[in-house]
């Protein structure tokens, strides 16, 4: 009889704790949900600067995808991830009722940033697109032109010192790279050092978009710019990897916010790096989809996940 009551109180507290976890997991995935859902929501975003960092989904390397949207609604979108995450990129777009692009944006074609357009042109008005000529024909390249001839899209190849607006208040200075040189064969860092760097701005709000710059294009931009460079949240280059990132590059730009747009765990020391010097970080692989909103004076900065 007494073995009896032991196993009955046993499956009692066994029935409780498996409950609770439950109840724990029910709510783990209630709370994404609701943050996944605050990112694709835009009834808020009317009069506001909005920047979102897509976290696109693959086994391999999915790259970068950044949409802007200014307060009147223009929109730009800077680079589309993998051929692989083309698809994903324009449920989202979607499910944010994006139906157009005013500005499409490559910041040098490497398949990671330029791959996903393959998937986009064609199947979405582009009203503009801007690239750096950077004249590597990488397959990824060479796919991108040809679309881009096909569709007959309104091309525009931008460089240092180029502006431009979304609306009447963001304004993007093009930083990076200035003129470049035809050539033979470009190496992979050859690239990433003419990949575009770009400056928002927005009433007290900044934004340095670096792409995949290393650390010598890092230098080369503090000895043009000097405290130019200040800004309150930096896109950290080339997926928080250690060819860029540099402490004088950091001290420099002196953000208060960084994102890391990365699916692959490669920028753990680069995270602690900016963190010890008191910069609040995000990462799409931690974080999920990241949002940044903005009305010049006050902003919101959060991740899907958190």
Known sequence: MKVNRISFVLLVLMLIMTLLNNENNLFTVYAEQSQEHSFFQTDSDAGKLTIRYFNLEDSHKSGDAILIKGPEGDTMLIDSGTFAVGDQLSEYLAQLQVHSLDYSVASHPHHDHIGGYQKLIGNIPIRQFLL??????????????????????HIEYIKKNDQFKLGEE????????????SKGKWSTKEINESALVLKVSYRNHSFL???????????????EYGDQLKVDFLHIPHHGHQTSSSKTFIKQVSPKYAVISSNRSKWKKVNQMYQSEGVKTYITERDGHIKITSDGQEFDISGSLK
Do not use: C, M, R, W
């Open 132 to 153: 750096p000529d950077i004249p590597a024909l990488t397959e990824a390249n060479k796919k991108l032109q040809q679309l881009l001839a096909e569709h007959q899209l």
């Open 209 to 223: 978009l670096a792409s995949d710059i290393y650390k010598a294009t890092e230098k080369q931009l503090i000895e």
């Open 170 to 181: 963001v304004f993007i200075e093009v930083l990076h790279p200035g003129p470049l040189e």
